[in-house]
C-alpha cells in the first residue's frame, strides 16, 4: 500500500481520522491504495483513539443519533426539503446551539442534514468521502460539515445550514425579476469565494474536489459562497504535469477535455471546471441546456467565440447587465474566462493567478459602483 504525504507545513492531519467503521476504513484504503496523511498548516496533531465498534473519531465531528436527527426535521418531512441530488435528500432541521439535541424552529439553531439513499453503493463512498475531506479540513469558503449519522443503513451527513441555498437556484431558476437576480457584484464575489476555496485545496491541501458547479456551491445571506459535496475529491497534484489516473466522474458540462479523453485528473482539469461556472455567472446559462437549440446547447461551445470585447453583449445574462454600456470588470472576467477553458492545459492559469485576476476584478467594479 502506498502513502500520500504532501508537506506543506509542519503539523499533521490524518485523514483517516474520520468517523469510519474498520470495515469501510479498509475498503476506503484499498480502494485509493494510499495510506491518507496531509501536512497541513492549520491543523494540529492529535492521535487517534478508537472507540468499541471500530469507529475512528474526529476530534470534530459529532455522531448524531439517527432518532435525534428524525426528530430535529420533523421525521424528514417534504415541507423541509432543501433539495435532492444524485445519492440524497437534504433536509432543513434545528437542534439546540449547545447541547445539539433536537428542537423546535422557532428556538433552534438551523442544520441541514443529508439521508442517503439506502441502495447507492456510490453514495456510501461519497459519504466516506465526504467525512475523510470535510470533516478534517477548514475555510471560510468550504461548507462546514458538523456531524454524521451511521445507524443500520441509514447513512447522514449534517452541516451548517446555508440560508440562501446554492448557486443554480439564483442563476438558473425561472420566475426571479431583474431586481431579485443576483447582482454582478456579488457574483464576483462568489466566483472569488469559490477560487479561494479551490487555490485552499491545490495549493495547501493538496487535493481537487472534481465535482465544481453551481449546486456545490452554497450562498449565506450576504452571498457569500461555500463549497459544498466532497464525496468525489481526490488527493491530487499542485505539478500539472503529473497527474492521477481515474474513472471519469464528476458532471457532464463541466469536464475538461483531456480529462473526458484521458481521465487523467490535474488540477488544471478543475480550473477548466471553474472556468465554465464563471461563463454561468456571466451568461445566466447552464452548462448543459437540452431545452436550447442543438448549437446553444453547449455553454462553452456556444459562448466561446464571443469572449472578445467585441462580441461579449451578446452572451451577457441580460437580467444583470445593461446592453449599452460594458465595464473593464465584465472584458476582464471574459479574458479570464477564455483562459480557464482554454482547451490547452497548460495556457490556464493556477487558482493563485486566478484569485488574483478575480481581486483585481473585484476593485474594476467596486470603483464603477462607487462612481454611480
Ligand atoms: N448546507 C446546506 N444548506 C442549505 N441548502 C443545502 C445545503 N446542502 C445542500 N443544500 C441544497 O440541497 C440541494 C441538494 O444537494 P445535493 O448535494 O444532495 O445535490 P446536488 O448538488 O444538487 O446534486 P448532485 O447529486 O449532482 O451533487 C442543493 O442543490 C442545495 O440547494
Ligand atoms: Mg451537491
Redesign the pocket.
Known sequence: MGSCISTVSNAEIDLHRGVIPETDLHRAVVKNDMIWLIYISSFTVTSHPRTQGGIIEAANLVCFCFSELAAATGHFINENV???????V?YKGWVDEHSLKATSPEMGMPI?V?KLRDDSCQGQQEWLTEIKYLGHLCHPNL?KLMGYCIEDKNRLLV????PN??L??HLFETGHSPVQTITWHHRIKVALNVAKALAFLHHEVDAIHR?VKP??I?LDANYNAKL??FGLAKDGSVNSRTHVTTRVLG?EGYYAPEYMESGHLTTKCEVYSFGVVLLELLCGRPAIDINRPYKEANLVQWARPSLSPRKIFRILDARCFSPFFLSESVLKTAELISLCVSSKPMSRPTMREVVEALGKIQELNRNVISRA
Not at 452541516?159 to 446555508?162: D, L, N, T, V
Open positions: 432543501l433539495g435532492s441530488g444524485e445519492f440524497g437534504v441541514a443529508k461548507v452541516y451548517e445550514f446555508m441555498s446554492s443554480d437556484r465535482d449546486s456545490n452554497l459544498s459535496d458532471t
